[in-house]
């Protein structure tokens, strides 16, 4: 079945470093997203990527969709301790768009 | 906006009780769904409903069951709790297969 992988499954930084998590589909996607969940929190959507070769900024962070809508980036520069937290991506199920499937996500720990 | 309500936010529960976890949204979305989340873990989808009295099952829904008589409301039910389902369980809507809204979280012990 459709798979989405991340990586890496954890990261840690010194504060003021970049870090980078990767999204790869076993199939297109017609939509990427991206969330975040601190520590003891819930899942919050950060961005939606729709066309091949996207990329979108929010102020540190950037988004890529890859040309062939199967893989995806998440970049944060100068990290902060205020980033900690999972990311994951997610992507419409293409067997059923109804449902999205779920990367098991990238742990990042920032160290002051 | 309230936007997703779960309740309760912490509940233990015996081996062999049953209860229901309550969800409830505001932004008149059509989608709505529920995952748990094990420690360290990702999403699995337990149940899903695209619209009131339409519900189909995800990865793993034995052991629930769900309803969707309204668009606002759709609550999880545990039946004969075993300590498997110890987890965290979110309640999510969305418009379409797009950007999702979480509810807080309900963390269940089993014992």
């Known amino acids: 079945g459709q798979q989405v992988m991340q990586i890496p499954q954890y990261q840690h930084v010194q504060e003021g470093e970049d870090f980078t998590t990767y999204c790869n589909s076993s199939?297109?996607?017609?939509?990427i997203q991206w969330y975040k969940q601190r520590p003891g929190g819930h899942p919050v959507f950060l961005i939606q990527?729709?066309?091949s070769g996207e990329v979108k900024k929010q102020k540190r962070l950037t988004f890529q969709f890859g040309e062939a809508k199967k893989n995806s980036s998440l970049h944060i520069t100068a990290t902060q301790t205020t980033d900690v937290g999972t990311y994951f991506c997610a992507g419409p199920d293409a067997g059923n768009n109804r449902k999205l499937i779920w990367g098991l996500g990238t742990s990042l720990a920032v160290n002051p | 906006n309230a936007g997703v309500t779960q309740t309760p936010k912490f509940r233990i529960l015996k081996i062999g009780q049953s209860m229901t976890l309550q969800c409830t949204q505001d932004m008149n979305h059509n989608y709505m769904y529920w995952y748990r989340q094990d420690p360290g873990m990702g999403l699995k989808l337990i149940y899903y409903?695209?619209?009131?009295?339409?519900?189909d099952k995800g990865e793993v829904p034995n052991g629930y069951n769900v309803s969707r008589s309204t668009t606002e409301d759709f609550p999880l039910r545990l039946e004969l709790a075993a300590p498997s389902q110890t987890s965290v369980y979110f309640c999510?809507?969305?418009?379409?297969?797009?950007?999702?809204?979480f509810g807080q979280g309900t963390r269940l012990t089993v014992v």
């Open positions: 409903s695209v619209g009131a009295g339409i519900t």
């Open positions: 199939t297109t996607l017609s939509n």
């Open positions: 990527l729709v066309k």
């Open positions: 999510a809507s969305s418009y379409t297969h797009t950007e999702a809204f």
